[in-house]
């Protein structure tokens, strides 16, 4: 069976989560825990696995460990083809991939758990400014993804795809954080969508082994 070296919180090992739920494929969980003793992540057992030391690793049977969640999300919808993530049309799938893109380029990267230590540590940065910060980046690219989204059920038609599997976890991050929401409509009822089918309650972090 393939290993998930995964944390509950994190966004980008939560997005594997959701496809791997979605191609009904079996993982076995390793729990690697980003803030007990200063972040199991920085340890050299984890580093031996993740030389970049986050979170996820996929690792497959034979041992060959693929990190970096776009990548490995790539993967696994080029080795288990069926459920798609992407729509059939070529500028259908664009869409989506550009959906991605703005959770993946421009939210999650500046409000990652590193990017947040940064601040606090270096920039003298108080919860407050964190939060402000962290809002800030949330709320410009929903704006973003709120524009592009269209009357469909889900952003890439009639089922859930590549782009709730990256939503889906920014939208509980925002929660998580208290950015108001109300805003982006779409976006909250894709979300609310996806949160009545198995394979996101399944990956949901309120239900991953670590969570305890």
């Not at 969640?69 to 069926?82: K, M």
């Not at 889900?154 to 599997?165: D, I, K, Q, R, S």
């Amino acid at each position: 069976m393939i290993k998930l070296y995964d944390y509950f919180r994190s966004s980008a090992a939560y997005r594997v989560r959701i496809a791997l739920n979605l191609k009904g494929v079996g993982y076995e969980h390793v729990g690697v825990h980003l803030v007990r003793d200063g972040g199991e992540q920085h340890k050299p057992a984890y580093k031996a696995v993740n030389p970049q030391g986050r979170v996820p690793t996929l690792e497959l049977e034979d041992g060959t460990r693929i990190i970096q969640s776009p990548a490995i999300l790539e993967f696994i919808e080029e080795r288990w083809p069926e459920p798609a993530l992407l729509p059939k049309d070529d500028v259908a799938r664009a869409h989506v991939r550009a959906l991605a893109a703005v959770i993946a380029c421009d939210i999650h990267p500046l409000n990652n758990l590193s990017s947040l230590g940064l601040l606090r540590g270096k920039f003298g940065a108080d919860e407050a400014g964190v939060s402000e910060w962290y809002a800030h980046w949330i709320t410009q690219g929903f704006a973003t993804i709120e524009a592009l989204l269209g009357d469909t059920p889900f952003a890439g038609g009639e089922e859930p795809g590549l782009a709730e599997v990256y939503l889906v976890p920014q939208v509980f991050n925002a929660r998580r954080f208290n950015v108001p929401l109300e805003a982006f409509p779409k976006i909250v009822a894709i979300d609310a969508a996806a949160a009545a089918l198995p394979a996101f309650v399944k990956a949901h972090p309120d239900n991953q082994p670590d969570a305890a």
